[in-house]
């Protein structure tokens, strides 16, 4: 069965109906191309289709996070807070679709199952959950890097007779949490959001952590309508400054080294960056912080002195304070009140470390040391991230080329925009792009993804893939770009470890940190010189 004849066989397929889909989408209608889009979901939103557990939103300021190539978009849109939650990204989403006639072209509660290159047609087919297939010349994969969920393992997980959710896959109808016994698992950034949030309704709260988190405060509030004003005149300005940041946030490194100036300056410079809303505290730091582990360390003691004053019993504080990893070398979450949330008599911190987790039973988790017995339980155990989504897709090049098994080492791409040995496959934040503040990433690769199928088709070109020595060359520069980053050292998601997945036990680099500003001038440099890098047929 197929689900289109070659009377109406679309230019282009891309998977994923989440922001970066919906703009390639945009840009390649532009082009004048028939474009089919396939979506796991019910509907457009992607990340924030799917994350709807309680207190999700994200930490890019609002203004800076939207969609910039619509003038018009820019100035219809109200921003009701400064980091929006998910429903209002959601509604946005739905708001850009509703605009652009995006439906039209989307197919949804289409999940792809497989992707096939034929070698003769130069072209890809797709297979969908219920055998239906799809084919075209260019397959574009808007997966998101995040989006690939990953479940705790430990026996018994499907024993626990009561609602147990991961936080990717949260019910869309209301969960009534008031007055539960709810047991969570996990304190990553998604954790903490839910969290801070349901400590306040439930009636006892207990928290399973085997590896404790920096955070940091969000300082969240209500846009005002002077500030909204301000922020529609200020549009190009915004955009320009998130161009001008290595992370395309609008908070930049300080030039000075926190090994430089006295103390007092360091203490009262960090002061300030723990008052202001944002990434300013990450991001907009001292140069030296996180490449200088003197640098580092210094930074570190002084965040583990705030946990300290912050959670009141010395005990509690002391398992909150990371030991293996030093601030800001993971993703840093921000916070509304995390920390204090263990000083309410409703929670429990259980440090797995110390009592492991046996197994999950019908009542609930049996730790080495006791039984704990919940109403609900939420598994907040992270992702398979950048490489996981395409690992769970059966993607096979030419000669039945398996793309997982092409990538079980370590990513093989050019750019991070398309992998060695797969033709015509293009990848939005793929492995080896540019990451930070996600929809000026995810602009930036589209666009110039845009421009490289323009080129073929004012060309006459039907075929693309990188050259081996590109490749080579890029994978060198990739690994030389995060060498000096002290988070390559650390064990996370961004360097591919994850201890729910099997094999995820060895760091990889899944990103290109030599900076967004570097990243541009790399990419539009190939562009400039007629993308030399490629080979075309």
């Not at 993804?449 to 994978?475: I, Q, S």
Request: with cysteine; glycine share 8%; net charge neutral.
């Amino acid at each position: 069965m197929t689900a289109t004849t070659s009377a109406d066989a679309p230019d282009a397929i891309i998977i994923g109906a989440g922001i970066a889909g919906m703009y390639q989408l945009i840009r390649l209608r532009e082009l004048g191309m028939r474009v089919r889009v396939y979506e796991a979901g019910s509907d457009v939103g992607g990340t924030w289709y799917w994350n709807r557990y309680p207190g999700a939103r994200f930490d890019s300021e609002s203004w800076s996070y939207g969609y910039s190539f619509s003038a018009e978009l820019l100035q219809e849109w109200n921003w009701p807070e400064h980091f929006a939650a998910q429903p209002d990204t959601l509604r946005y989403l739905n708001h850009v679709a509703a605009k652009f006639d995006l439906r039209r072209d989307m197919r949804f509660n289409s999940r792809v199952t497989a992707a096939q290159f034929d070698d003769a047609s130069s072209r890809w087919t797709i297979t969908l959950e219920d055998g239906a297939q799809d084919s075209a010349t260019l397959l574009i994969t808007a997966l998101g890097p995040l989006s690939a969920y990953t479940l705790p393992n430990i026996p018994g997980r499907d024993d626990f007779v009561g609602p147990a959710f991961h936080t990717a896959r949260w019910p869309r109808e209301p969960v009534d949490l008031k007055g539960k016994r709810v047991g969570i698992i996990g304190t990553g950034a998604t954790a903490i959001q839910t969290i801070q949030t349901i400590a306040k309704e439930v009636g006892h709260l207990t928290v399973f952590q085997r590896t404790p988190n920096w955070a940091a405060p969000l300082h969240n509030r209500a846009i005002t309508a002077e500030e909204q004003a301000k922020i529609k005149a200020s549009y190009p300005e915004i955009f320009e400054r998130c161009r001008q940041t290595d992370t395309c946030f609008i908070h930049q490194s300080d030039p000075r080294k926190a090994t430089e100036v006295s103390p007092e300056e360091r203490e009262a410079f960090w002061e300030r960056l723990y008052a202001e809303p944002g990434f300013g505290i990450w991001v907009g730091n001292f140069r030296d912080v996180l490449v200088d582990p003197a640098a580092n360390a210094l930074m570190t003691e002084w965040a583990a002195k705030k946990i300290r004053q912050r959670v009141k019993d010395p005990a509690v504080a002391e398992k909150l304070i990371p030991k293996n990893h030093g601030f800001g070398t993971r993703r840093l979450p921000l916070e509304s009140g995390y920390f204090e949330v263990y000083n309410q008599p409703n929670v429990e911190l259980v440090d797995i470390n110390e009592t492991p987790i046996e197994r999950i039973t019908p009542k609930g988790i049996r730790t080495t040391a006791c039984e704990h017995e919940f109403d609900v339980l939420i598994y907040a155990t992270g992702f398979d991230g950048v490489t996981g989504p395409y690992d769970r897709m059966d993607i096979r090049g030419p000669g039945g080329q398996s793309l997982k098994d092409a990538w079980v080492g370590t990513p093989r791409t050019l750019l991070g925009m398309m992998a060695e040995g797969f033709p015509n496959l293009l990848m939005v934040l793929g492995p080896h792009t540019a990451r930070g503040n996600i929809p000026r990433n995810i602009e930036e690769i589209v666009d110039w993804a845009t421009g490289l199928v323009r080129h073929m088709r004012v060309n006459g070109l039907k075929r693309v893939e990188p050259r081996a020595a590109a490749v080579e060359d890029w994978a060198r520069h990739v690994e030389e770009a995060a060498a000096g980053l002290l988070f390559s050292q650390v064990n996370s998601w961004q360097t591919g470890v994850n201890r729910n997945v099997e094999g995820r036990d060895v760091r990889r680099t899944l990103g290109y940190y030599g900076g967004a500003v570097r990243y541009r001038h790399k990419v539009e440099a190939v562009a400039a010189a007629g993308y030399q890098e490629f080979a075309f047929r």
